[in-house]
């Protein structure tokens, strides 16, 4: 009993540090998206930390569980440890991660965000499409105001340059080629985007999703929870540590990389005629994406197979 309480406990110190310190991570990385060049920073710990703690609270739990198998690799002991595992895995999905997506509506709902925009600032040379933007004072100064900047343009394909006059607009190219910054200087700052097998936005988007249609299509989603957590059930397979911990790391990317690109556009052909089906029609009324969780069933089941009949193997040589 001691040895599952530890484990217990451990896994709410995991938690809280991990939600305070990424909840720190990400709020610093909103206010990078929100800076302007040559301005002042505005940035409000508080109110960023606001934004920002419902999404890493998500985000958080999505990683808890297979955390909490590479302690157990570390720091086995015994059956008493897996029921401890069971009901943190029961609180995690079934209980924390609903009120997080609960709570998180609740609260976009009332508050978008309390983060004004900031000012293009003046007298800075900004390139976009060829484009050579030089305001002569901060563009935009009230989200309210039809009021236009007056501009220095050069074209970089023939060298012209014109003085002009520029209104704020939602598709104003500086915008949109600096999301998601709010400024096109500091996405050249960093490298251009690189292609991911891996879409955590995607998880954490599907579960609110879920939430919000009901019962049926959140224990949907909750088969890539069963995928993710039944890699418990191998990660004291091997006697020798190093193999679990890479067996055990290997097998969690598996399911999360699966699980992203699942929804790229390629395979978008192929999922249509599997699913174009009245089999598929009929589970598409209770579960979303319902390939999806047939295969993140399967996966669950055949880890919980193999660790159960691992078990008793291991009892009767014993």
Not at 49 to 67: Q, R
Not at 156 to 183: H, I, Q
Not at 205 to 220: E, N, Q, T, W
Request: with cysteine; net charge positive.
């Amino acid at each position: 009993m001691k040895k599952g309480l530890k484990l217990l406990l451990i896994y709410f110190v995991i938690l809280i540090f991990s939600l305070i310190f990424g909840t720190f991570i990400y709020a610093l990385y909103l206010n990078l998206l929100d800076f302007v060049a040559e301005s002042q920073s505005s940035f409000s710990f508080f109110e960023y930390c606001k934004e920002s703690f419902f999404f890493m609270m998500s985000f958080v739990l999505i990683f808890i569980c297979p955390l909490i198998c590479y302690y157990r690799i570390r720091h086995s002991h015994g059956f008493i440890q897996t029921i401890f595992y069971i009901l943190i895995c029961i609180f995690t999905w079934i209980i924390l991660f609903p009120c997080s997506s609960f709570f998180k509506e609740k609260f976009y709902d009332k508050q978008k965000s309390e983060i004004e925009k900031k000012n293009l600032t003046k007298e800075i040379f900004r390139e976009t499409n060829n484009h050579v933007y030089y305001f002569l004072r901060d563009f935009y100064t009230d989200s309210t105001s039809l009021e236009e900047t007056p501009t220095i343009i050069i074209d970089k394909n023939d060298g012209d340059m014109n003085f002009s006059v520029v209104a704020d607009s939602a598709d104003f190219e500086l915008y949109e080629n600096a999301k998601p910054y709010r400024e096109i200087l500091i996405k050249k700052s960093f490298p251009e985007n690189i292609p991911s097998f891996l879409n955590f936005n995607l998880f954490i988007r599907r579960a609110d999703l879920a939430v919000h249609k009901g019962i049926s299509f959140y224990l949907g989603f909750l088969t890539l929870a069963f995928a993710i957590c039944s890699v418990y059930a191998i990660s004291n397979f091997y006697k020798w540590r190093l193999i679990s911990v890479t067996t055990m790391i290997f097998s969690v990317a598996g399911i999360y990389i699966l699980n992203s690109i699942y929804y790229y556009q390629g395979f978008s052909s192929f999922i249509f005629k599997l699913t174009n089906n009245k089999f598929f029609d009929f589970l598409n009324n209770y579960f979303d994406e319902p390939l999806l969780c047939l295969i993140n069933f399967f996966i669950g089941l055949i880890f919980t197979t193999i660790g159960i009949v691992h078990y008793f193997i291991r009892s009767r040589k014993k």
